[in-house]
């Protein structure tokens, strides 16, 4: 592995541990994010000439720390609270980067601190994907479908209001868990997004991501273990991410469900998470994470696109839309549809949508749309529409994929 893929690799596993670690001993989260990204630009530079460290997230730790210390005593901060800044994280470093033992994690504070009631929706989303998933501002903006202006003020008004509100750096009380835990679930499920379906970049995938939205849901879970759409959250995670090693081709080509070798699935992380849409539903409440959990479910216990019980689908579509209305649900449930029923019937209802235009600039409604014209050999119509989905794809598997497509149907209308 040369040495930006090893700096690459080292910045996705471990970039949430130490920003968390920085700021509980620092108390302050643009120090911690300053030190962290000079400690990635110093391996860098250092490591094509001292060699890959054995342990590279502990190096990453110990330049962070000395970068903190080194500002710190620059603001003259009093010597007995540096002293412990110092103690606390040379211990932190010298721990080994294991999975937690107990609920003290600092990536679950780090979550709940970010997820505060105390901060606007938007808020609580930039502030996690940018501390927890180390995402930039512009990918952050990208995700969110904003300017990066935007979200650079909103991420600057979310640290501001958590250090004037004096927001405690800790995860709440049993007796405030579930008032915060809507919060919380919604930023995991986008943290777990990212990862599954990166909003920019060259990779589709960012297994990092849901792997870390996946460990914090388990935490959570163990945090409120009767809590069903904890358990339904955690199962659509598992019954998604089964699915990484065949949703991309070793061209970097996406392949779309249909397609998918179904052998490669993971059976065992399948298995775990029909077990945990299975007691979801036992507690007898069923919440909108838990109804995209049986989806997920139709999906991954199918033999083969064929067996696939479509109309279900498209009846928990239509279910779902009734607890969380979303144009992205509806232009879901127009899939399910087209494949019950038709690729007519589908067109109809995505038309629908694209007259709305709450999906404006959102490549996926040309791309089903391009799709269902191309089933019903509309190829001109298709070939305008994938070039659309083209035009706004913002990663290259997308966008590999999409041309591709384009290529199939010009061919047929020569």
């Given at each position: ?216 849901v388990r935490l959570l879970a163990r945090l ?57 539903l036992d507690l007898g409440e069923v919440g ?127």
């Amino acid at each position: 592995m040369n040495v930006e893929s090893a700096v690459a690799t080292t910045f996705r596993a471990e970039w949430a541990r130490v920003v968390a670690t920085l700021i509980r001993t620092t108390g302050d989260w643009d120090l911690a994010e300053e030190c962290a990204q000079e400690a990635f630009a110093q391996a860098l530079a250092r490591w094509p000439q001292d060699g890959v460290p054995a342990r590279p997230g502990a190096w990453i730790v110990t330049t962070a720390r000395n970068r903190a210390i080194d500002r710190l005593r620059r603001r003259k901060v009093e010597a007995v609270k540096l002293q412990q800044i110092a103690f606390d994280l040379r211990h932190d470093e010298e721990r080994a980067p294991a999975e937690p033992n107990d609920i003290t994690d600092d990536r679950l504070r780090l979550m709940f601190t970010c997820c505060h009631p105390a901060l606007p929706l938007v808020s609580r989303v930039a502030l996690t994907l940018r501390t927890l998933a180390g995402l930039t501002t512009a990918e952050i903006a990208r995700a969110c479908l904003v300017s990066e202006q935007t979200m650079a003020k909103r991420l600057v008004r979310g640290k501001e209001k958590i250090r004037h509100s004096g927001i405690p750096y800790q995860v709440p009380g049993k007796e405030l868990l579930p008032q915060r835990l809507p919060g919380v679930l919604a930023v995991l499920y986008l943290l777990f997004n990212e990862g599954y379906a990166a909003s920019t970049g060259a990779d589709l995938l960012r297994p990092d991501l849901c792997g870390e939205a996946i460990r914090l849901v388990r935490l959570l879970a163990r945090l409120m273990p009767d809590q069903p759409e904890v358990l339904g959250l955690g199962a659509l995670m598992l019954l998604h991410h089964a699915r990484r090693d065949a949703r991309v081709n070793p061209d970097g080509e996406l392949v779309p469900l249909a397609d998918q070798d179904r052998s490669r699935w993971h059976r065992a992380e399948i298995d775990e998470g029909v077990a945990l849409l299975e007691s979801a539903l036992d507690l007898g409440e069923v919440g909108h994470y838990q109804l995209q959990a049986t989806i997920a479910a139709c999906h991954a216990t199918a033999p083969s696109e064929a067996d696939t019980d479509w109309s279900a689908i498209a009846h928990l579509y239509a279910r779902l839309a009734g607890l969380a209305a979303s144009p992205v649900v509806e232009l879901n449930r127009a899939v399910a549809v087209a494949m019950a029923e038709g690729p007519a019937a589908g067109l109809a209802l995505v038309d629908e949508l694209a007259a709305g235009r709450e999906l404006s600039g959102y490549h996926l409604l040309p791309a089903v749309r391009a799709d269902l014209l191309r089933r019903l050999e509309r190829w001109d119509e298709a070939a305008h529409a994938y070039r659309l989905a083209l035009d706004l794809a913002t990663t290259d598997t997308e966008r590999k994929y999409l041309a591709r497509r384009i290529e199939e149907v010009a061919a047929c209308t020569g």
